[in-house]
Nanobody, 123 residues
Framework: QVQVVESGGGLVQAGGSLSLSCAAS????????MGWFRQAPGKDREFVAAISWRGDVTLYEDFVKGRFTISRDNAKNTVYLQMNSLKPEDTAVYYC????????????????WGQGTQVTVSS
């Protein structure tokens, strides 16, 4: 059974930083692309970033380019999202997901999801 568990969310002031982690188990982690998505209250879930199984290909949504960095450690079965220069509009539940194939920005391409971790950025 595949499990995906996010951690690291919390409350931070605008301009601050947070680092999210996502641990996956139940499949060969190093063979799968990983993605981060977020969902703000009253809004649809949206793509944030994704990374290939080797870590050599990354995708970012425009609104996080230059502020967020996705990375992975296959030895630890963990993917990370370093978030800098946070803004109040980054407030959302952040979800991690895994998929076969390469990194993708499409929600429907991912087959296993975590429960999410709350990130709140105060102004």
């Amino acid at each position: 059974q595949v499990q995906v568990v996010e951690s690291g969310g919390g409350l931070v002031q605008a301009g601050g930083s947070l680092s999210l982690s996502c641990a996956a188990s139940g499949r060969t982690f190093s063979s799968y692309a990983m993605g981060w998505f977020r969902q703000a209250p009253g809004k649809d879930r949206e793509f944030v970033a994704a990374i290939s199984w080797r870590g050599d290909v990354t995708l970012y949504e425009d609104f996080v380019k230059g502020r967020f960095t996705i990375s992975r450690d296959n030895a630890k079965n963990t993917v990370y999202l370093q978030m800098n220069s946070l803004k109040p509009e980054d407030t959302a539940v952040y979800y991690c997901a895994t998929r076969t194939g390469g990194p993708s920005a499409r929600i429907s391409d991912y087959d296993y999801w975590g429960q999410g971790t709350q990130v709140t950025v105060s102004s």
